[in-house]
């Protein structure tokens, strides 16, 4: 951005002045770079870490829960480290420079991880395909990269959508209605790179190498980084606010300070600067709301806050600073619903890989063997079907009836993939129970591939994938809408974290179950060998622990209040 650009309340370039920023940048323009290096990202993610619990079972000879569990807590971590990158953004160097930087450090650790599969120093000894002993310098160069990808992750996944978001005007109707259409196409984009991962990378992986396979996905990070800076000049960008953390704060402590102040009942009198503009940098004034009238406290001016004067924010507090915190605490309830889904969706590149990993491989009656992590394209293909049917037709259809213009209301999206999530563990649990029948019927105890193909897992793949598209970029478009302007990117993060805390969960129910059912000298529920198991079970568990959530969700989505920011089109 030229240092002649004067920015708006919402923190965009002001085209009031300048009106031809407004043709030159941002829309549909930027996005394609924006949506090129999610893509590649995504690929290079995927790429890597679908098939990495059988790298962790055959190559550093872990066990299966073992394998399931270091998985479940990696996977969680990368969706933790998006709390510090969104730190980093909104707070300080904005979110193209945090992209860019973290980026960085994302093809540092994808070519460490390449080199610790290739280099016969730092890759595990092997006799035979599964026969490894790595060492512990081995194992730990491995983790080593793989948690500086955790952290590079951290400052891409929570800015990129934002980052796509902030390229279109809440001030312009037909902008506005481009934004929503825009997180379709960006999970659009992200579901591509995974199609080729979990097709083309997975088997290499499998039959070629993991040197292949690590260096393919290290090189679609490189061209992310490529796209990503090409865009530049097209590029809109929000001012850093400030540290939200620190504003937060400031409102709690000034509430508690004033905690035997009244609230006034008309709303005027609390404390807000007369300007036009909010005090915080990047951010649009905020209506007043009802609810959490306690920290309306920090917004009632007595005498010794001197409000004509300096201030001091840690006793005086406007009301879009009390509001940013209110939205805060809205957010969480639902925030909180979306972790058992996240648990749910994490079983494809865990628990369901290593049950196709125990059916039929081959494709119909040839040689050619099928990686079982390559049954995650059709969770792909799913949504990459979806996303267009949704956006297209879904949408128009739904508006007729709901009044709405985005057909359903982002909880109402929401809500229709929690319900989609029950069947898809109900169809994964069906599966195994019918797989193990066959196995008791014939004595398979022993083989390793029961003669049932690996293609019965499809219909748990495609729920998940339905379930996806409703949920998940239901859940990018509420966090960013319900955001304060200025922290947009810690909201985005908050929802990513979600997936930690599923995939936490997920590995702690694993911890669980395995110490509760294998007591007395029992397999459990997940041993090495799946035929001696009960993996319906866990499946099961996840259904009934689903059910439960998706009633708590309807509770909080009832009582919901959206934000309100002053003079945005509604």
Known sequence: MGEDDIYTKD??????????????????KACPYILGNECCERLAYYGMSSNLVLYFKHKLNQHSSTASKNVSDWSGTCYITPLIGAFVADAYIGRYWTIASFSIIYVIGMTLLTLSASVPSLRPTCHGNDNCDPTNTQSAVCFLALYLIALGTGGIKPCVSSYGADQFDDADEVEKKHKSSFFNWFYFSINIGALIASSVLVWIQDNVGWGWGFGIPAVAMAIAVVSFFSGTRLYRNQIPGGSPLTRICQVVVASFRKYGVKVPADRSLLYETADAESAIK?????????????????????????????????????VTQVEELKAIIRLLPIWATGIIFSTVYGQMGNLF????????????????????????????LSVIFWVPVYDQIIVPVARKFTGHENGLTQLQRMGTGLVISIFAMASAAILELIRLRMVRRHNYYELEHVPMSIFWQVPQYFLIGLAEVFTFIGQLEFFYEQAPDSMRSLCSALSLTTVALGNYLSSLLVTIVTNISTR????????????????????????????????????????YTYKRPVGTLR
């Open 353 to 380: 890989v290593l049950q196709g990993d125990a059916m039929d491989i081959r494709v119909g009656n040839s040689t050619f063997k099928i990686p079982p992590a390559s049954l995650g394209i059709f969770d792909t």
């Open 282 to 318: 990047g951010s649009r004034k905020l209506d007043h709301t009802k609810d959490l009238r306690f920290f309306d406290k920090a917004a009632v001016e007595i005498q010794s806050d001197d409000v004509k004067g300096s201030p001091n924010p840690w006793r005086i507090c406007t």
């Open 520 to 559: 007395n000298g029992k397999p459990g529920w997940i041993p090495d060998n799946l035929n001696y198991g009960h993996l319906h079970y866990f499946f099961w568990l996840l259904a009934v622990l689903s059910v439960l959530n998706l009633g708590v969700f309807l509770l909080v989505a009832k009582w």
């Open 11 to 28: 923190g965009t370039v002001d085209y009031r002045n300048n009106p031809a920023n407004k043709k030159e940048t941002g829309t549909w």
